[in-house]
């Protein structure tokens, strides 16, 4: 055989191998480009941190699809109460309070699954405190107080007492002189730790005892305006 034969067609037989194998291989990469899907990113999630009981809010999320591949979404929340479950903004109310403003916080968790054509998908989570103001400001209020001075009409009136707060039910025991009553507390907005109303209820009256009161984390002054009367109370370490 012809060596020069030989080597010629052992030339043609690479470069045939060479374009078949560009040619595969530039097939592949379109094939592959054509099918590739990534996921969708998820850009901004907007939950509020703190809701108050009852309290309407907007959550929302921002995506971006690298393919713009048309995108569902799935809300879920633990508890409370969604305008939709399959919007990139929806509306969710938290849970009513279970017992008029007695109720510690609650923990309320948000989920949000976003997918795309390709069913690649990406979710985000937060968690949502959800409050009732009246009970935060009677938590920083609950404790047993000594009273320490008491006026009348400007008078000072030597008197004995102590007073107890509790949020469990917003309960007041309440002990001048030799007299004792127990009876709950009702705060009435808008709530303040430092200062603001308070209706005292007794079980003999119907009717609230309606007071002022102001405090400084040490000292609880109280002041009834339908008797002129004002109470101050040290609080107990």
Known sequence: MNISKVLFFMKRLVVCVYLVCSLLLFMGCETYEEWRNDPPEINTFTVPKEV???ETVELGVSVLDP???TLTYTWVVSDGELSSEDHPEVEWTAPALPKADVAPDQMVRVHVTVRDDGEESAVKSETITVYSKAYRVAKA???SY???RTEIAGTSVEEFGSMRLTTTTFTREFQSNNAFEFGTYQLIEPF???RGT???YTDDNPEPLVSTYTWDGELFVVFHAATATGYIYQKRQ
């Open 52 to 54: 108050r009981y009852g």
């Open 67 to 69: 393919e713009n591949d």
């Open 141 to 143: 209020l609950s404790g």
């Open 146 to 148: 000594e009273l320490i």
């Open 192 to 194: 303040d730790a430092a």
């Open 198 to 200: 308070i209706y005292w």
